[in-house]
């Protein structure tokens, strides 16, 4: 079976920074986009960072964007997102998932195009 496993969350003070990363197993998916999604308590699922195929596109929300960066590893099967200058505002449980399905929007931050999730990882930051 497919699975997606975060990792690498974890409670940080303001300014500080976190490693995350995503190892899939059950299949490759060195074929296809890449994404991370946070959701925070009592708000909807958001989209964070995206990378396609290859790596040599990447897609931020504006609200992280200069903070964090995308990167995959496709011979390890592997996407990590490094967050740096994290902020409270950050908080939240943030997931990969894979983008398998390519709608008319085609676009990477649109939760409806991707089909696999992980069980996600919490990150704190406080103060």
């Known amino acids: 079976q497919v699975e997606l496993v975060e990792s690498g969350g974890g409670l940080v003070q303001a300014g500080g920074s976190l490693r995350l990363s995503c190892a899939a197993s059950?299949?490759?998916?060195?074929?296809?986009?890449m994404g991370w999604f946070r959701q925070a308590p009592g708000k909807e699922r958001e989209f964070v960072s995206a990378?396609?195929?290859?790596?040599?596109?990447?897609y931020y929300a504006d609200s992280v964007k200069g903070r964090f960066t995308i990167s995959r590893d496709n011979a390890k099967n592997t996407v990590s997102l490094q967050m740096s200058s994290l902020k409270p505002e950050d908080t939240a449980v943030y997931y990969c998932?894979?983008?398998?399905?390519?709608?008319?929007?085609?676009?990477?931050?649109?939760?409806?195009?991707?089909?696999?999730w992980g069980r996600g990882t919490q990150v704190t930051v406080s103060s």
């Open positions: 990378i396609n195929w290859s790596g040599d596109n990447t």
């Open positions: 998932a894979v983008r398998i399905y390519v709608r008319r929007t085609y676009s990477y931050a649109e939760s409806n195009e991707y089909g696999y």
């Open positions: 059950g299949r490759t998916f060195s074929s296809y986009g």
